[in-house]
């Protein structure tokens, strides 16, 4: 399932919905693309798939982890001791292909 069986069609939605739904989808989309820790920025794309809503933000998650992707040395530096965040990547990078 990818989360878009379970979306609500916008023109049951009102005006001042749509417009919240909109302004979460652009602050999750900001929150996306910040500078954070390796870890947490793992973390984020893990929930939002876990959540069925990472479908809304393929390219920000596609750019996050081609970036992770190309720093990969650095990356895994930063991750040495933490086994967890470091099995996420893995994964995260295995499903996305890079």
Not at 20 to 49: G, M, P, S, W, Y
Not at 53 to 71: G, P, Q, T, W
Request: with cysteine; hydrophobic share 35%.
């Amino acid at each position: 399932m990818d989360g878009q069986e379970c979306a609500i069609p916008h023109e049951h939605l009102h005006k001042e919905e749509r417009e919240r739904i909109n302004v979460l989808k652009e602050q999750t989309r900001k929150l996306i693309r910040e500078k954070q820790q390796v870890a947490e920025q793992l973390q984020l794309i893990d929930h939002l798939q876990q959540l069925g809503v990472a479908y809304h933000f393929k390219d920000e998650i596609a750019n996050v982890l081609s970036r992770l992707h190309a720093s990969l040395d650095h990356v895994s530096s930063e991750l040495k001791d933490d086994l967890h965040a470091t099995s996420l990547l893995f994964r995260l990078l295995r499903t996305h292909r890079r």
